[in-house]
């Protein structure tokens, strides 16, 4: 059994920062790339950053140089760190991850259960 466990969502204003955090546990044998994807009402469910296992990092146009993904393979746990909020932000926050366990010996795609991050103007 695999587990992703966010935190770190809010309400913040505009300009504000927010960071989280989402902790993959379980019977983990190796994780591939994580990130954070995220949706808004009525809006389809978007990649926000991913970061591969050697720290190779991907971001939307839209969060470019306002946010930043990272992660601790010791920990099993990957970041986001959003500066520079926009009311546009605004979305429940999903973090993503490819893993394989012991038991499944293949990768599989894991989420989440969401965060909400509401960026007030």
């Known amino acids: 059994q695999v587990q992703l466990v966010e935190s770190g969502g809010g309400l913040v204003q505009a300009g504000g920062s927010l960071r989280l955090s989402c902790a993959a546990s379980g019977s983990i044998f190796r994780i591939n790339a994580m990130g954070w994807y995220r949706q808004a009402p009525g809006k389809q469910r978007d990649l926000v950053a991913s970061?591969?296992?050697?720290?190779?990092?991907n971001y939307a146009d839209s969060v470019k140089g306002r946010f930043t993904v990272s992660r601790d393979n010791a920990k099993n746990t990957v970041y986001l760190q959003m500066n520079s909020l926009k009311p546009e932000d605004t979305a429940v926050y999903y973090c993503?991850?490819?893993?394989?366990?012991?038991?499944?010996?293949?990768?599989?795609?894991?989420w989440g259960q969401g965060t909400q991050v509401t960026v007030s103007s």
């Open positions: 993503n991850a490819d893993i394989m366990s012991w038991v499944i010996r293949d990768f599989r795609d894991y």
């Open positions: 970061i591969t296992s050697g720290g190779n990092a």
